[in-house]
């Protein structure tokens, strides 16, 4: 399965919420969204659902549009499940209504209906609240029936934007598990604040600045470990040298420690084997290697690096 977003733009008025995004996203597996309040992460899962059309560009589901011209929905969004920050539930009704009427918006008949609520009560351990009303479940019921209305017609492609907003710890841990399971047979795009959850069940972030993606990095790289160098000699040859060490992440421009001619950097490898090679290009004349400092690299290091990078 394959989710392709190109050139995403959208424009409400004259302000620009996002600019030009493109990705592309291979399943199954989890990918979070990251970003400051502003930066556009809830109109992409829009625009990804379907639920916007763009002012510009295209979401490809296997090849196929998900919003196709005029703003109608395509074949393809029969294949998405979209749990909105604010679930549209209807507070009136029992919860195995309100999934029996879901189940039918998304084109499920008959049998199917009945099979397909009562398997995704099962799962979200809705059973025992199956003829209550809505509007009397707590916080985290409530999120779960959301949760439900998402995951009812068995979608393969799962948009979660704040999954966990408002819950208790012992919620979070359950929601954690649920999306984690989630990604092993679907693509699940998570936006979140925590990124606790993030590195917990995450396999891929996109980092959000302004309506522009900034950082496309796996879990795995945001968690490399880092060395920071002092290296004497000419900076040309520092960084000439740096050059052909391959998979490495330069993390900071080499910068000017007191004695002239000495340099202090932090540098990232994706292969950690590599840091052999790094140091045998810095040992050779006319570079001479002052010290060389294990650390760790942690994805909140990474994010802030990411948004601090000026836009271009």
């Known amino acids: 399965m394959l989710v392709e977003a190109n050139n995403l733009t959208k424009t409400f008025g004259t302000r620009p919420a996002l600019k030009g995004v493109s990705f592309r996203l291979d399943g199954p597996g989890v990918v979070g969204l990251l970003g400051p309040n502003g ?4 109109t992409t899962l829009r625009l990804l659902a ?4 763009p002012t510009a560009g295209t979401v490809l589901l296997d090849g196929e549009p998900i919003v196709v011209p005029h703003g109608k929905r395509s074949r393809a969004s029969g294949r998405i499940g979209y749990l909105p920050e604010n679930a549209p539930l209807y507070g009136e009704m029992t919860v195995l209504d309100y999934l029996g009427f879901v189940a039918r918006l998304k084109g499920l ?10 398997r995704v009560m099962a799962r ?18 409530r999120q779960r029936v959301g949760l439900a209305q998402a995951l009812v017609h068995d979608p393969e492609f799962v948009i979660l934007d704040e999954p966990t907003s408002g ?4 919620q979070v841990e359950q929601t954690r598990r649920m999306v984690f399971e989630l990604g092993t047979c679907s693509i699940v795009v998570l936006s979140t604040h925590l990124l606790h959850d993030v590195q917990e069940i995450c396999s891929k972030v996109l980092v959000l600045k302004e309506g522009v993606l900034v950082g496309e990095l796996p879990v795995r790289t945001a968690m490399e470990s880092t060395w920071t160098i002092t290296v004497r000699g000419p900076i040309e040859i520092v960084e000439e040298r740096l050059s052909r060490v391959s998979g490495l992440r330069q993390v900071t421009s080499p910068v000017p420690e007191s004695q002239p001619d000495l340099f202090r950097l932090r540098v990232g490898l994706t292969d950690p084997g590599m840091i052999e090679s790094l140091a045998r290009e810095l040992t050779t004349p006319p570079l001479a290697l002052q010290s060389l400092e294990k650390g760790v690299r942690d994805l909140m290091q990474a994010y802030t690096e990411l948004q601090q990078t000026p836009l271009p």
Not at 109 to 118: Q, W
Not at 124 to 141: C, D, K, P, V
Not at 167 to 170: A, F, G, I, Q, S
């Open 39 to 42: 930066s556009g992460k809830t």
């Open 167 to 170: 819950l208790d710890p012992v």
């Open 124 to 141: 979200l351990e809705l059973n025992h609240h199956a003829r209550t009303l809505i509007g009397q479940l707590s916080r985290g019921y």
């Open 109 to 118: 008949r008959g049998e199917d209906v009945h099979a397909h609520t009562h």
């Open 50 to 53: 379907g639920f916007f059309a």
